[in-house]
């Protein structure tokens, strides 16, 4: 079964700062990748996807994420960390049957 | 618009009494997900269908059931079974191999 694994329940960074939020994600076939942003009380929202092709998507609201396959990581960064960040962010893989959400990450910018 | 609608945002459930959970979705998807959030472990998928009149169980279906009579439709009930009901829920959809689209929630506890 597939499963994604987010290191760092908690990532705390300075406005301005750089955001890295890792994401690890095993599976059977190749995989789509998602990375979701959380508001308090509010469903998810896409930030970006891999599907195939380019493995450096970009995303809204300045995101990025490389898929590595030889490291089976989709780790999510941003050069420069906004207050407006602030959130919960969840990485996603699906095998084509399901999907499958991490622990989540909660970003904290500190001003 | 298109979108997915959860209902209602709050529900309040007393021991030993089955509630359900509603999920309408316009976007002509395929396939919707119930996923149960408590915080600190991400979203935990409780059931999955991929098309009408079929679907199957996620990580955590104890205590839980669901229909897919319709496209648009996947209600979650709540059973008794369900020995700590208290999270909130999130019901998504996507066509395979897409991102999917998510509901705002609803917020279940248990009086």
């Known amino acids: 079964a597939q499963s994604v694994t987010q290191l760092g329940s908690h990532v705390s960074v300075s406005e301005g700062a750089l955001v890295l939020l890792r994401c690890n994600y095993s599976s059977s076939v190749p995989p789509y990748l998602f990375w979701y942003v959380q508001y308090p009380n509010q469903g998810l929202q896409l930030l970006l996807k891999?599907?195939?092709?380019?493995?450096l998507v970009k995303g809204i609201n300045g995101f990025e994420a490389e898929f590595k396959k030889s490291e089976t990581s989709f780790h999510l960064t941003k050069p420069s960390a906004h207050m407006s960040d602030a959130a919960e962010y969840f990485c996603a893989v699906s095998d084509h049957r399901d999907m499958r959400f991490g622990a989540g990450t909660r970003l904290t910018v500190k001003p | 618009d298109g979108g997915i609608t959860q209902s209602p945002k709050y529900l309040f459930r007393k021991e030993g009494q089955n509630v359900t959970l509603s999920c309408e979705q316009n976007l002509n998807h395929d396939a919707m997900y119930w996923y149960r959030q408590d915080p600190g472990q991400g979203l935990r998928l409780i059931y999955y269908?991929?098309?009408?009149?079929?679907?199957q169980k996620g990580d955590i279906a104890e205590g839980y059931s669901v229909s897919r009579e319709k496209k648009e439709s996947f209600p979650l009930t709540v059973t008794s079974a369900q020995k700590n009901p208290t999270a909130f829920y999130l019901c998504a959809s996507n066509n395979m191999n897409t991102e999917a689209f998510f509901g705002q929630g609803t917020r279940l506890t248990v009086v």
């Open positions: 269908s991929q098309i009408v009149n079929d679907f």
């Open positions: 891999y599907t195939t092709g380019a493995t």
